[in-house]
């Protein structure tokens, strides 16, 4: 009877684990899709002269840095300007990247996290800067350009590339495609004489999403997307247009496919270039997203966003003297107005710390606490039991690179893989627990206890450092979503081990023998 309540309450624990842990996973998914910015400030920060009349920006989708060395059109340019390497900030997704371009501030300032729920930012940008002071604004490339910056954009035009060619087109329509978007763009920008201009080319991201990164097609895109640049160019250059082409991200190439939104130095690293008016010719150097905005504000003479967190790139500008300190004296009155309206983010995060401290050392001590007390209670069976753990884990994490998952968000692929990828990470879990407990014909109960509190180690490791609910402060993306995935496998193995331990007993029960009446 004793024994029987003892596996029921370890059943019932194990339930209220892995529903528990779901939802804390969820809830930390919407954290970060649904985050809201506070930390719009505004301040009347003064304008300079402008360096140029018409500055055409060029938003290369998914180009990494080697593809850009095989651009010809692409390393004319160059030549004739100043180029290096620009880091996007985390995630790297193309959405939160173009916020970032325009804004000069990071995801969580400007508050564009993911690339399908967001609200358009409540900051200042080069958008509506432009529009306060009288420059046209014309936009032609992705959708999100009038989705999130709509109201201070004058014309253009933006489409939606799913709608237009359909899901997976090979890469001969996707060049195809490109090369019809360039023919249709130029009337419509050769006729904006001074402002700003914003062009997306955006094959060459799909191209990589299906085919990977260094892949043949991909780079058969890449060549219709740099002939479209070098077509866009002799059609709008002339000596008062300033050009900048960036790419947004770059890409992975993992098993025949492409992806972005983690860390790696593929996705993370971006050419960038500046040739036209007041460009100077240096090379070799390396910047930051947010760091174009500001440039762009100078070049046009428009204020800098005043949640800006990056700096002017005057080593590409070609200034006199007294441009240098004007800009200089702009770029400090806005770091200043930024200082005063904004929380210093290393307190934030080492309050974060101190508040999470004691929860999760309660819970590393609960997980510490049950492992050691299934191995003592375990008895003689301590060895079958540490065995059938140690195979759980080597089966698991051998499953998890076979299945094709990992711990950085540019492993998913495209944002409509996510459920697939989840359910292959629950099913790695799920086979790896029935595996090792048949195998060693370990308690199962006590098994997915064990399995469950070393899991439940790392997250609240996770919980402690960065945090699994995003308030203020970007998550580490990277940590999160590890934690987020071994908070789905231990609902796994908690279902499948309650569920494979009523089985047996079940089966226990049936194959005793009735008791027959004297």
């Known amino acids: 009877m004793i024994n029987r309540r003892a596996n029921l309450a370890a059943a019932c624990y194990l339930l209220l684990l892995g529903v528990g842990g779901a ?14 910015s506070g930390y719009a400030i505004h301040a009347d920060l003064p304008t300079g002269p402008p360096l140029t009349s018409r500055l055409v920006l060029v938003v290369l989708d998914g180009v990494r840095v080697d593809a850009a060395a095989g651009m010809p059109q692409l390393q004319a340019l160059a030549s004739r300007g100043s180029s290096g390497v620009a880091i996007a900030e985390l995630p790297s997704l193309s959405n939160p990247g173009r916020a970032t371009l325009a804004t000069g501030a990071t995801p969580e300032v400007h508050g564009v996290t993911n690339n399908g729920r ?40 933006v489409h ?21 978007i360039c023919l249709e763009m130029m009337p419509v920008l050769g006729d904006v004489e001074s402002g700003l201009i914003v062009v997306g080319l955006t094959a060459t991201d799909e191209a990589a999403h299906d085919f990977g990164g260094e892949s043949p097609q991909y780079l058969q895109v890449v060549a219709a997307v740099d002939t479209c640049l070098g077509s866009l160019v002799q059609a709008l250059g002339r000596d008062d247009t300033t050009f900048v082409v960036v ?21 993370v690293r971006t050419p960038l270039i ?13 910047a930051r997203h947010f760091d174009l905005a500001p440039t762009i504000s100078a070049l046009l003479g428009l204020p800098i966003p005043a949640n800006n967190q990056g700096g002017i790139l005057a080593q590409v500008l070609d200034l006199t003297d007294q441009d240098k300190a004007t800009l200089e ?24 710390r101190r508040s999470r401290a004691p929860l999760s050392l309660l819970a590393a001590a609960w997980f510490a606490a049950l492992i050691i007390g299934c191995l003592w209670q375990a008895g003689r069976a301590v060895k079958k039991l540490g065995g059938a753990v140690l195979v759980h884990l080597a089966v698991y994490f051998t499953l998890y690179w076979a299945f094709g998952l990992g711990y950085s968000l540019s492993d998913i692929v495209r944002e409509e ?44 490791w996770v919980w402690y450092d960065s945090g699994l609910i995003m308030e203020r402060l970007m998550l580490d993306l990277s940590q999160a979503f590890m934690a987020y995935m071994d908070l789905l ?29 004297p």
């Open 23 to 36: 939802v804390l996973a969820q809830l930390a998914w919407n954290s970060v899709t649904r985050y809201q």
């Open 118 to 157: 967001y609200s358009p930012p409540p900051v200042d940008s080069i958008f509506s800067l432009a529009k306060q002071q009288g420059l046209p604004v014309t936009v032609y490339g992705s959708y999100f350009w009038q989705r999130a910056f709509g109201d201070s954009l004058d014309s253009g035009r």
């Open 160 to 180: 939606a590339f799913e709608k237009e060619l359909g899901p997976s087109p090979d890469a001969e329509r996707l060049a195809g495609w490109q090369q019809q």
């Open 247 to 267: 790419a947004d991200h770059g890409h992975i190439q993992r098993r025949g496919q492409g992806g972005h939104g983690g860390k790696e130095p593929e996705v």
């Open 274 to 286: 500046f040739v036209g008016r007041a460009i100077a010719r240096r090379h070799g150097w390396t």
């Open 329 to 352: 004296a702009h770029a400090s009155e806005q770091r200043m107005a930024l200082a005063n309206g904004m929380p210093d983010r290393d307190q934030l995060q080492a309050d974060g």
């Open 417 to 460: 893989y996510l459920n697939w990828f989840f359910l292959r990470n629950s099913a790695a879990a799920a086979i790896a627990f029935l595996l090792a407990t048949r195998l060693l014909k370990a308690d199962r109960l006590a098994t997915a206890i064990i399995v469950t509190s070393i899991f439940g180690l790392r997250v609240a």
């Open 489 to 517: 496998h231990n609902l796994a193995v908690a279902v499948t081990g309650v569920a494979a331990a009523a089985i047996a007993r079940r089966r226990e029960l049936s194959r005793r023998p009735t008791p027959t009446q």
